[in-house]
């Protein structure tokens, strides 16, 4: 009897070569199995998009890149935010941005349940924003400047915070000089240009020590490099992800910040090899290894001779430094150069507290009229309409069922900042509403400049809460010191400043000037 014979089909493996070739050739089955991945895939994306919050501005289903989208957020991002705190109160929205999707929180437990989680990232969202993975962005990634960055912020800088006060109220004294000159006659200064220059100089100090702070070529380098790099960044985000990586290479302004920073590491290259040289003459020669103290030598430190490109470590730094330091310097001169009666007592309290107490780290906090104004300021001008900015490096759920999925951006509108019943007449500037505040038990922990919290996103808030604020601070209160002492200010006439908003950005006019003169100081603060 004939045995029976098996089909010749189920002789066949997956991995015969004409097993493929002949399930392309019978249409059905091929169909079955694209048409079942495409709905399984729709049915995943589906409920994904159920997990997530209302969005306020979808993209039209026409708008290829979403740039139509991008750049109508650009031009009402104030409004979508309105509308996510008048419409959704306590409840999380999404918007469309020139940086993608992002779940916009309110700041209330929600911005306190996210601000410590640990899969929630602030230098992988920043790295994603600002291209941080294209050449010229190295400063904006996480792996090439953040971590360096975060440990000589919370390692060294704090720890010297004590020994900076000196060295940088002497640069103050050379960079006004500099920058004002010593007319008597009232002559008009772009307040843009001068807080940029000041606050670049007074950081360099610290951060490069004496070879490079008064180096033009440097200070022109990184000063360029922080305006433009901002520029480059908005302009490349209105281009679609995938052609970033080749469009970088034709932009005028990208172009312009890689030949900044490739400057840049030829400069601070020099000055490392010279220190590396004369630390392995010192060791050989049985002399004291020279330390000097600064941001270099404390990279150095902290490296513990890991590879790491100084360059863009120290580019980072300025920038962290450079832009929102002098974005609060700029906005604080523009109101109180509008109101004399507070430029008096400001340099009152000045004059009384370091005459006492010299001028030293507790003289500065000591400044509380100057510490008021600078939140005062920062309260009614950030530098952002949103903050606490983050990536979902897991999927993240909250108490309210909101769930982060990986991959996914949010952030927390600064919207208490503005509420009556926080603040009493919250849209008027009132330089002294801090210091007040400090007399009170139950505000005075929170009328500090560099106090965070829901009511405060200034300097963000938890985890990632700026490290550098405690100097950032001192360095203004210097900074409005000399220059109040040193010199008169008042407004050009027709002085009307204004504030540019641009998606979340909030910009003071970089054309607005004032009216400044020298005058006598009524304390020599260069021999305190």
């Not at 922080?226 to 679609?240: D, G, H, T, W, Y």
């Not at 897991?394 to 509108?413: E, H, M, W, Y």
């Amino acid at each position: 009897m004939d045995s029976v014979q098996p089909s010749p089909a189920t002789h066949r493996s997956w991995i015969d070569g004409d097993v493929i070739p002949q399930l392309i050739t019978e249409p059905l089955p091929l169909a079955v199995t694209i048409l079942a991945t495409i709905v399984l895939a729709y049915s995943a994306w589906r409920i994904r998009l159920q997990k997530l919050p209302p969005i306020l501005n979808p993209p039209s289903r026409f708008d290829m890149g979403n740039s139509l989208a991008k750049l109508d957020f650009l031009k009402r991002a104030a409004n979508l935010l309105k509308t996510a705190s008048d419409q959704f109160t306590d409840r999380p929205v999404r918007i469309a941005t020139d940086t993608g999707d992002l779940i916009i929180f309110p700041p209330n437990h929600l911005a306190q349940e996210i601000r410590n989680e640990p899969n929630l990232s602030f230098f992988k969202s920043s790295e994603e924003d600002f291209h941080g993975k294209i050449p010229g962005f190295e400063p904006f990634n996480a792996e090439k400047a953040a971590g360096m960055l975060l440990k000589v912020a919370r390692n060294q800088l704090t720890k010297y915070q004590t020994k900076l006060t000196k060295p940088v109220s002497l640069e103050a004294s050379f960079a006004l000089h500099n920058l004002l000159g010593e007319s008597s006659e009232w002559k008009e200064v772009n307040t843009h240009h001068i807080s940029v220059r000041y606050v670049s100089s007074l950081s360099s100090r610290i951060f490069l020590g004496d070879e490079l702070c008064r180096n033009k070529i440097w200070l022109e380098t990184t000063s360029q490099y922080a305006v433009n790099s901002m520029v480059a960044v908005k302009k490349l985000r209105l281009f679609p992800v995938f052609s970033r990586k080749y469009v970088h290479w034709f932009l005028p302004e990208c172009r312009l910040i890689r030949r900044l920073l490739n400057e840049a590491r030829v400069i601070i290259q020099e000055v490392i090899d010279r220190r590396r040289a004369e630390k392995i003459a010192a060791a050989k020669e049985g002399r004291p290894i020279p330390r000097p103290n600064d941001a270099i030598e404390w990279a150095e430190e902290e490296s513990q001779d890991d590879p790491y490109d100084p360059a863009v470590y120290q580019i980072g730094l300025s920038m962290a430094a450079i832009h929102t330091t002098s974005d609060l310097l700029n906005q604080t001169l523009q109101n109180i150069v509008q109101r004399p009666k507070l430029i008096d007592d400001l340099r009152k309290e000045v004059i009384e507290v370091v005459r006492s107490e010299g001028m030293t780290k507790t003289a500065l906090f000591n400044l509380k009229l100057m510490d008021s104004v600078l939140k005062e300021t920062q309260r009614l001008k950030p530098i952002k309409m949103t903050t606490m900015h983050r990536i979902a490096l897991a999927d993240v759920t909250l108490s309210d069922g909101t769930v982060i999925p990986k991959g996914v951006k949010c952030a927390v509108r600064s919207s208490k900042r503005l509420d009556p019943e926080i603040y009493e007449n919250p849209s008027a500037f009132d330089g002294a509403r801090f210091m007040r505040m400090r007399d009170s038990p139950e505000t005075a922990n929170r009328a500090h400049l560099v106090t965070t919290g829901t009511e405060s996103l200034g300097f963000g808030h938890g985890l990632h809460a700026c490290p550098g604020r405690f100097f950032a601070a001192n360095e203004l209160k210097i900074a409005l010191a000399h220059l109040l002492l040193k010199y008169d200010l008042k407004p050009t006439e027709g002085f009307d400043p204004k504030v540019i908003e641009l998606g979340f950005d909030l910009r003071i006019d970089p054309k607005t000037a004032v009216l400044v003169r020298r005058r006598d100081a009524e304390i020599d603060l260069d021999e305190l």
